[in-house]
């Protein structure tokens, strides 16, 4: 399978969650060898920041991605959206601090992506990993391990007390449902009752009932739902895009309970060094 890219650039522009600052980015095809990076624009020498699990900074509430000073936050629904579409290499141009929030999905990223096409590059994607023994992140009652599994599929669990979201469980085969139709729509979710104090400590000033769904006692303040099961379908496109960061997602079966972007960065540390021992044995056999 060779190596893939955009067929042409795209831009899209909105409110960061966490900033509440608008900043625009362009998604641009790159050559192949260079894979997934960002470049702040707006800074001086315009600082490049790989998209790899090495350069991870921050995981609260969001994947934040940093070099020296340089960092861009909130970067897992991009990721997502260009990995599940196979675009291996992509050059994203961004003015300020935080990726756009857009509706709170994948889907403008996806249909961006659609639009644009992807063409392929002259050069084979490394072999997938396929993992061979259980890998496991764990944190009190949360977790997130990888199986060893014929195909690649995704399970997650999450339960919180709010009756209207309470526990939910979802599996995604990528084999047999399209991440754009099963997973790019699900949309952030947030707790009514804990928004004012996030916001005193700097986070979430750009969330709104525009961009994220929120749920108090009485149930969503911003129905409808585009599932039912809304919330933990978007716990695996997080997921995705936190794997994403490896380069090349293996071959397992992923399974996660009331985990977090702390434990999916965890998980991916694990599996970083697994995958280059068997990349390097792999091109010298």
Same mark, same amino acid.
């Given at each position: 399978?060779?190596?893939?890219?955009?067929?042409?650039?795209?831009?899209?522009?909105?409110?960061?969650? #966490?900033?509440?600052?608008?900043?625009?980015?362009?998604?641009?095809?790159?050559?192949?060898?260079?894979?997934?990076? =960002?470049?702040?624009? *707006?800074?001086?020498?315009?600082?490049?920041?790989?998209?790899?699990?090495?350069?991870?900074?921050?995981?609260?509430?969001?994947?934040?991605?940093?070099?020296?000073?340089?960092?861009?936050?909130?970067?897992?629904?991009?990721?997502?959206?260009?990995?599940?579409?196979?675009?291996?290499?992509?050059?994203?141009?961004?003015?300020?601090?935080?990726?756009?929030?857009?509706?709170?999905?994948?889907?403008?990223?996806? *249909? $961006?992506?659609?639009?644009?096409?992807?063409?392929?590059?002259?050069? *084979?994607?490394?072999?997938?990993?396929?993992?061979?023994?259980?890998? /496991?992140?764990?944190?009190? *009652?949360?977790?997130?391990?990888?199986?060893?599994?014929?195909?690649?599929? =995704?399970?997650?669990? &999450?339960? =919180?007390?709010?009756?209207?979201?309470?526990?939910?469980?979802?599996? /995604? #085969?990528?084999?047999?449902?399209?991440?754009?139709?099963?997973?790019?729509?699900?949309?952030? =979710?947030?707790?009514?009752?804990?928004?004012?104090?996030?916001?005193?400590?700097?986070?979430?000033?750009?969330?709104?009932?525009?961009?994220?769904?929120?749920?108090?006692?009485?149930? /969503?303040?911003?129905?409808?739902?585009?599932?039912?099961?809304?919330?933990?379908? #978007?716990? &695996?496109?997080?997921?995705?895009?936190?794997?994403?960061?490896?380069?090349? &997602?293996?071959?397992?079966?992923?399974?996660?309970?009331? $985990?977090? #972007?702390?434990?999916?960065?965890?998980?991916?540390?694990?599996?970083?060094?697994?995958?280059?021992?068997?990349?390097?044995?792999?091109?010298?056999?």
């Amino acid at each position: 399978m060779l190596a893939q890219t955009l067929a042409k650039p795209f831009v899209r522009s909105g409110i960061g969650l #966490h900033s509440g600052v608008y900043t625009q980015v362009r998604v641009l095809p790159t050559n192949e060898g260079e894979g997934r990076y =960002f470049v702040r624009v *707006d800074l001086p020498n315009q600082p490049c920041i790989p998209a790899q699990v090495e350069f991870v900074c921050e995981t609260m509430l969001a994947t934040e991605l940093g070099v020296e000073g340089a960092r861009v936050r909130t970067v897992e629904h991009l990721l997502s959206a260009l990995s599940a579409a196979g675009v291996d290499h992509a050059r994203i141009e961004i003015d300020g601090g935080e990726v756009p929030l857009l509706d709170g999905s994948a889907k403008e990223w996806c *249909d $961006a992506i659609a639009l644009s096409g992807i063409i392929p590059l002259g050069v *084979d994607v490394p072999k997938i990993y396929s993992v061979q023994e259980p890998v /496991w992140v764990r944190e009190g *009652d949360a977790f997130v391990c990888a199986l060893p599994s014929a195909k690649t599929c =995704f399970t997650y669990g &999450i339960e =919180f007390e709010l009756s209207a979201i309470g526990q939910q469980w979802y599996t /995604w #085969h990528p084999d047999q449902e399209k991440f754009e139709n099963a997973i790019a729509t699900a949309r952030t =979710f947030g707790l009514a009752h804990q928004i004012e104090s996030l916001q005193k400590t700097g986070l979430i000033k750009g969330g709104s009932l525009d961009n994220a769904l929120v749920c108090g006692e009485a149930g /969503w303040l911003n129905p409808p739902l585009r599932f039912a099961n809304e919330p933990v379908r #978007h716990k &695996i496109l997080d997921l995705v895009g936190d794997l994403s960061l490896l380069g090349q &997602i293996p071959q397992a079966h992923f399974l996660a309970y009331k $985990a977090s #972007h702390k434990l999916h960065l965890q998980l991916a540390r694990k599996l970083r060094p697994l995958i280059a021992n068997f990349q390097e044995n792999y091109v010298h056999t």
